[in-house]
């Protein structure tokens, strides 16, 4: 299909209804082996569909578009003794991968040498991708965005890779081990989900080979869209998953159960808990006693570096620092496995400059050497659920960390502004001696660290909103009031009388961490996604100032040009708000619309057939 044909069908009314599958145009490689759940899945499907897919309104989805909305590609990365690593498959086999994106995924899909994973592994990168190739997101993945929380939203600059390695001796090979990774690449930060995948293909792709990966991408390439507060049906070679990805409008620390329905005896559905979380106690028991210290510094975007013996530990290690201050998003870069290969390597390891606000997971014995000189290193051991009390392990210093073998613990010189809270340590250590379950303390935690961030960010909540301008000052006649500018210490003043003591019993210097905080990348990525929301609301209240006006009464009063101007403005606004995902309410935008009807209709004819072309909204 032509470039300008795919454009032509994207661009169709929302009112054509997704095709029915075996009216698609031929795939570019055939599926040799469909599979059970994918025919069943295609069976089932309505050719309308897409309307519960896409809120709102039904799509004309084309081949692959389904896939591409979950996945970008999936490559198989072996070992050659005469090139390395190398990618031997890519699916779709149209999927567009540059020379440098297919050489991070070669060197990141490989554990270290050192790290000797025999077996199966598990394990996750990101990796930037290529500069002057960054498209907008698809306009169905754009509306989903919308409604995401906003440490799920995706990050079009980079890519996340998901990972089965499997090592095993093969003494039929030169190298004496068989060496393979199956990998996923896509966009969504979903590392519950896309580990689960692997899990259930992987084991039987390293059997079966390429015709089993094709149905596999089949399957996916029926997925409905990823749509945010629904239980979705996701059929994978002979199971189903259930599964519900997070809203904005979720009751933060709060996980919506999935409901079973039934389902016919040729599947297996398996409910995820999760499409994103992993698993906070396991990865932060190494450094049990030292929790609230590494949720400073992520909060102030503090370089850290986690060297651990593989790049499970490494990955998990790192995404459970990023999701530790959720629900603010972590703004600066993160690498849940960072290798010497890597294009950032030079970047990130120079001692010309301050290490960067980067958080990056490692395992080759090189980097205790090469990132010395960073501030924080936190070293984890191998990760293993403790049958007993975790012991305290004192904050050591720099100057000790000289190995890759050092001792697991958290070596910096840095001084927390918080009193450590000795109930959640109690609280989790009774919960080890009692036996609880690993998935229980790590709900503990998590809501430990939901509680400490509300408390830290309402007080910033509370300021920021004072900004805003009264409602009443806001005229239809005049362009919208600006938001009155951010002052340092106006909200510095605020928190003796309204600060986090009136929701944490934590005491300490949280005047100091919150000047530290401003300086932080993080404080510049919330402060501008909260400036974008609030001038958005000031042109929706605007908008809505305006259809309180007579407007055909106001055009009576003044001039035709005066009147045409008028038109322009309001048609310009409606594209405005359209354009930029404006918080208006659909009443009013119909509203505004049928004044610019009336105004036009009673102008002169020719003037009325310009108008109504111009601007069209």
């Known amino acids: 299909m032509g470039v300008e044909e795919r454009r032509g069908m994207e661009k169709r009314k929302a009112s054509h209804c997704l095709r029915p599958r075996e009216a698609e145009p031929a795939r570019r490689w055939q599926v040799r082996e469909p599979s059970q759940s994918g025919a069943l899945s295609a069976a089932s499907r309505s050719p309308c569909e897409a309307d519960e897919d896409a809120p709102g309104r039904c799509l004309s989805l084309l081949p692959w578009d389904r896939f591409s909305a979950w996945l970008h590609c999936v490559c198989v990365v072996g070992f050659d003794l005469e090139l390395g690593q190398a990618v031997e498959v890519i699916y779709p086999q149209h999927s567009k991968l540059t020379d440098k994106e297919k050489t991070s995924i070669c060197y990141l899909s490989f554990p270290d040498s050192n790290s ?35 440490s799920l939203k995706m990050d079009p600059a980079y890519y996340y890779g998901y990972v089965y390695f499997r090592q095993v001796r093969d003494k039929t090979l030169k190298r004496g081990y068989f060496q393979k990774s199956l990998v996923l690449i896509s966009k969504l930060p979903y590392i519950h989900l896309f580990h689960t995948v692997l899990r259930h293909i992987a084991p039987e792709y390293f059997v079966k080979n390429d015709s089993f ?40 620390g709060t996980t919506q159960i999935i409901q079973f329905t039934h389902q016919a005896d040729t599947q297996i559905s398996i409910a995820l808990p999760t499409v994103h979380e992993v698993d906070l106690f396991r990865c932060f028991c190494p450094v049990f006693f030292h929790i609230q210290m590494l949720w400073e510094l992520v909060l102030l975007g503090e370089p850290v570096v986690v060297m651990a013996p593989s790049p499970s530990e490494s990955s998990e290690t790192v995404l459970a620092l990023v999701s530790c201050i959720s629900p603010l998003k972590y703004c600066s870069d993160f690498r849940p496995y960072f290798t010497i290969h890597d294009s950032e390597f030079k970047e990130y390891t120079t001692r010309t400059q301050a290490p960067p606000s980067v958080i990056l997971g ?47 613990g958290v070596y910096t010189s840095y001084k927390t502004y918080l009193n450590r809270d000795e109930e959640i340590i109690k609280q989790l250590q009774k919960g080890v001696q009692q036996k609880r379950p690993a998935e229980a303390q790590s709900v503990i935690l998590r809501r430990y660290f939901l509680e400490l961030t509300q408390s830290f960010i309402i007080p910033l909540e509370r300021y920021v909103a004072s900004l805003m301008p009264l409602q009443k000052t806001i005229s239809p006649w005049k362009s919208p009031p600006q938001l009155r500018q951010f002052s340092q210490e106006d909200f510095m003043k605020t928190l003796e009388k309204a600060g986090p003591q009136l929701t944490s019993g934590l005491k300490g210097d949280w005047i100091g961490l919150y000047r530290h905080f401003l ?34 009464f106001w055009s009576k009063k003044h001039t035709e040009v005066e009147t045409v101007d008028l038109v322009l403005k309001l048609k310009n606004k409606l594209l405005q708000a359209d354009r930029e995902h404006l918080p208006v309410k659909p009443d009013t935008v119909e509203q505004l619309q049928m004044h610019i009807n009336k105004i036009i209709l009673a102008l002169p004819d020719d003037l009325q057939d310009i108008l109504f072309k111009t601007g069209t909204t």
């Open 116 to 150: 000797g994973c025999l077996g199966d592994t598990q394990f996750c990168f990101r990796f930037r991708q290529s500069s002057g190739r960054r498209l907008s997101l698809h306009c169905m993945l754009d509306q989903l965005e919308r409604d995401l929380p906003i």
């Open 362 to 408: 490692v395992t080759n014995p090189f980097f205790a050497k090469t990132l010395q000189h960073w501030p924080h290193i936190v070293r984890i051991g191998e990760i293993k659920l403790p049958g007993e009390v975790p012991k305290q392990v004192k904050v050591k210093k720099l100057k000790n960390l000289k190995t890759l073998d050092s001792k697991p």
């Open 213 to 252: 990966l094709e149905a596999v991408c089949s399957d996916v390439d029926h997925w409905p869209t990823p749509v945010p507060g629904k239980t979705l049906n996701l059929p994978i070679m002979g199971i189903v998953m259930k599964v519900r990805i997070p809203t904005c409008h979720d009751k933060p």
């Open 519 to 552: 300086k932080s990348p993080n404080f510049n990525g919330w402060f501008r996604t909260r400036w974008k929301e609030m001038t958005q609301k000031l042109e929706a209240l605007h908008l809505e100032a305006l259809c309180n006006e007579d407007l055909l």
